[in-house]
Every structure is written in C-alpha cells, then in structure tokens.
C-alpha cells in the first residue's frame, strides 16, 4: 500500500539551527518578510553545537561579545561563557525574532535534488517526533542555505587504541558525553591538548563531584593563553553607553585586538613563540619543564590557540590536581594507558578528545538534475556559493577569528542573489568557476581534523570571487561594493519538453 509523503513548500530553507544558521535566518527573514521561509533543525532543541556538546566546562573558547551576534547584545559578564548562558541566548533571538514560526525540529535533511525544470530543490527529510517515532517528508524550496556547521554531529575522530578492550574503566569520547555521568573521586586522563581538553580539565576538578586528579596526555603541544573571563573594558562601555552601542564598542575593540595579535603572531614567529612562552613561564611553577608540555613544533596560529578562562588550566597544574604528560600511546593496559616511554599512566576514565570529523552540508550530497555533485570536487565562491550548485549558499567562518564574525556577510550575499533573481525574473542562479581558474586549500590551519579532512573540502581561488579570507578585517574588505559579478549565471527555468504526473510516494 502506498503511503503518500507530507510535502512543505517554502521559497527559502534554512538548514540548522545552530548560531549560524538561526542568525542567518534573522537577516533573511528580514529582508525577505513576504517569503515563504523554513528552518529545518535535526534534534529536538535548537542551538546546534551547543545542544550536542555537553561534557564538563562546556564553553566559548573566545569572547561571546564578539562570538554573539552583532544584532543582538551580549549581556552577561561573562566573556568566556558556559554552553548553558549560549544555548539561553540562542533560544532568545529564536524568540525575539519570530523565528520559531518557521522553526521545525526533529526535521533531519538527509538528500537534496534539484531540478532545472521546475527551478527548485527537493529536500528528503526525516522527521522525529516527541515520542522518536520517524516519518519522511519532502520540502519544496526555490532557495537554500546551509548552516550545518562543518563537522559530524554523528561521530568524533577517534584512532584506534590498541588494547582499548581490555581497559576496565570507561572510555568516553567528549562528543558523547553521558548525561550526569559520576567521575567524582576518580581518576582521569583526558587523551588530547586541544581547546576541549584545555575545558576540561579544570572543569573535572571543579565542585562537589570532582576527580580525584586529571592528567592531560598529549601527543603534541598546543599554545595555551590565559584569557579573563570578565571582560572589564566591555563592562564599562556597555555601563557609559549603553546595551546597543556599548555592544558595537566592544566587537570593534575585540575585532580589532584580535586582529592585530593574529597578525604579529604570523608575521613574526619567533617573537610571537617567546612572548607565548613567557607568558605560560609566568602561570606555571618555578621549575615546570615548559619546552616539553607547551612548545609545540609549529607557529602560533599555525593551529588555533587556546584559551583557558582567568588562567583555571594553569591553576589546576599548579595545586597539583592536574598534571600534562607528552608521550605515545603504545596501548591500553587494564590499569589505564602504557606509553612508548615504559610508563603507566593508571586511570579509571579514560577520555578521548581527539578531534572531530569535518563534514561539509551535514552529510548531504546534493544531485543537481540527477548528477551527484562531490562538494571537494567544487569551489567556492566568496566562500559561501557553490560551483555548480544552483540556488544554494553555505556559511563558513573563520579560523583567526572568531566564526559567526560572518554571519552578516554571507547573509547579505544569499540576499543580494536572490533580489536579483525577483528583480529581474529569473529562477536560477548558478555559480561558475572560470576554466582553468587556480585554487588553493580552504583553510591554513595544521590541525589534525583539518588535514584529514582535505580530500572532502571544497576549494577555492586565488582572487576574487572566488576566495575568503581567514580573518574577519581581511575578508570584510572582500564584501565591500556589489557582490555579484559574471561569474554567477542567472537563467530562467528550463521549459519542460513534455508534461508528467508524478505522485510522491513511499
């Protein structure tokens, strides 16, 4: 018996309502109040990377004066804030703004055609109710874009551990994090020294349910800088003038401070690898062998640096209820973790933060008139448009800065496309990259998820159009003036060569 599929049509779709996309659907919503509009969210509550990661510490890794959007104020004290004061934010503007009148949770995309034809996507999405019972559904959209973020909200990056099996405590991988999960009194070795490590292992030693102790194991160094958590400037200018323009005061300073720091540091390594390493000399014990835990082989900002609020990673190394070890992992032993160098380290957890697996789209491989498109195979243009890929833009942020910095940008880009497509009637806007055109990496960074993520990437140019920058200042200047040009071919529908009905069906 065929079973006829719900079918929703909107002129825009919204994929993910993470702090990109719901900020992005603001704008859109905004410029377009006459439009048919979608969000479409797979889990049950908006907020995206912030619903998901829940392990110990969970915060920004930057100031939300900034990491916020510029339409919105942040008002909390707190400039390294806590996954909970950021998912309270976000559920804000979803109200604020209207937007949860066309937000649909439980609304997982899992395949996107488009037609020529009819000029529009087919979206194949998979509902879950409140009870997790699961339905298809088909959404009809003229324009698309994709705030899913760029990595997989389904797995983290894990290696294989030799021995994992015979371990007899619990492994736990932060992307997964057991809800109210009891490690008081125990003890921890976080494998990792990236930003997530950096949270928690403060955070494990924090409060009534603390471990016992916690040892960061690192196969390499990362940079670690201390950041206050309170930013006092910003409580000034948001107390002399205001919510509205103290906030803009304080993204142009955090802007602007950010910018100028990255950019000493890159230009000049090796004193920026001194002033780093003197400053983590100032945080740790007399003594502490700093060239072995904290001076990684690369640059700054070769990887992101990370920051550990009011300086609390150092501070638990300093009491003593934390400790940092570099060394391999040659397997894992029934008491914990045996090294290349001969020791044990014992543990009772084990947590494995070792990185994410990028993913561009949330997974989904677009068909374009039937022909599967492999996003690596496209670029991109302003970083946001997709070659061969009719009426469909993705956000991207940055690597030296923080990410939702473009927000508006790319925004005002998908806007300025399709006020040209209702102007000037037409239904499609395809992107393409001229013959022969160089193109380079995406992204500068080192990191591990990055580089083994490089041969699922899109690229992009040289020039303009066809590139972003990796800072805000930099690619700001890519957005100035009108933002389409030859490269982007607008065209009407295609006339159909001979009229068919077809009946969804399942």
């Not at 109040?33 to 920004?60: C, M, N, Q």
């Not at 003229?142 to 290696?159: I, L």
């Not at 070795?189 to 924090?206: E, F, N």
């Not at 973790?337 to 993913?359: F, N, P, R, W, Y």
Request: with cysteine.
């Amino acid at each position: 018996m065929n079973q006829t599929i719900a079918t929703e049509y909107a002129d825009i779709v919204v994929i993910g309502a993470g702090l990109s996309g719901i900020g992005v659907a603001k704008h859109l919503t905004e410029a377009f109040p006459d439009k048919d509009f979608l969000l479409l969210e797979a889990r049950a509550s908006v907020g995206g990377t912030w619903d998901l990661f829940r392990y110990p510490g969970i915060r920004s890794d930057d100031s939300v004066h900034t990491y916020g959007y510029d339409f919105k104020p942040w008002l909390h004290k707190e400039a390294i804030a806590g996954g909970d004061l950021i998912r309270g934010y976000i559920r804000e503007t979803v109200d604020e703004f209207g937007l949860d009148k066309s937000l649909r949770l439980g609304h997982k995309v899992t395949a996107a055609d488009w037609s020529s034809e009819d000029a529009e996507w087919t979206l194949h999405v998979t509902v879950t109710d409140e009870a997790g019972n699961e339905s298809e559904k088909v959404v009809r959209a003229r324009f698309v874009f994709s705030g899913t973020g760029y990595y997989n909200y389904d797995e983290g990056f894990e290696p294989r551990f030799e021995g994992r099996e015979d371990f007899r405590g619990d492994i736990l991988h932060p992307q997964h994090w057991p809800e109210d999960y009891d490690y008081s009194g125990k003890r921890v070795v976080i494998i990792g020294s990236g930003a997530t490590a950096v949270t928690m292992l403060p955070a494990m030693l924090t409060g009534d349910g603390a471990a016992a102790h916690v040892t960061m194991l690192q196969r390499t160094p990362s940079y670690v800088a201390s950041m206050p958590q309170v930013d006092e400037i910003a409580q000034f200018l948001l107390k002399v003038f205001g919510k509205k323009l103290g906030y803009r005061l304080t993204r142009f300073k955090n802007i602007w401070r950010d910018h100028f720091l990255v950019t000493v540091l890159v230009k000049f390594p090796n004193f920026g690898r001194k002033l780093l390493r003197s400053m983590t000399v100032k945080e740790l014990p007399k003594g502490f062998d700093v060239d072995s835990h904290f001076a990684p082989p690369y640059n700054p900002w070769e990887q992101r640096l990370c920051a550990t609020p009011d300086g609390d990673f150092f501070e638990a190394i300093r009491n003593g209820s934390a400790d940092v070890v570099t060394d391999q992992i040659e397997r894992f032993v029934p008491e914990g973790i045996q090294l290349l160098s001969g020791k044990t380290l014992e543990a009772d957890v084990i947590v494995t933060a070792t990185g994410l697996i990028m993913q561009m789209l949330g997974g989904i491989q677009p068909t374009v008139d039937g022909a599967p498109i492999k996003i690596a195979d496209q670029v991109l243009y302003r970083g946001a448009l997709i070659s061969g890929v009719p009426n469909w833009a993705m956000m991207l942020g940055f690597t030296k800065a923080t990410w939702t910095l473009r927000i508006r940008n790319v925004a005002r880009l998908a806007i300025e496309v399709i006020r040209e497509m209702d102007e000037k009637g037409y239904d499609i806007a395809l992107p393409v990259a001229p013959e022969g055109m160089p193109k380079q990496d995406l992204f500068d960074l080192s990191a591990g998820y990055m580089q083994r993520a490089r041969a699922e990437l899109p690229r992009q140019g040289t020039g303009l159009p066809w590139q972003m920058h990796t800072t805000f200042v930099k690619d700001n200047r890519l957005f100035k003036g009108k933002l389409l040009d030859q490269d982007i071919q607008f065209s009407e529908k295609r006339p159909a060569p001979h009229l068919t009905n077809v009946e969804v069906a399942s």
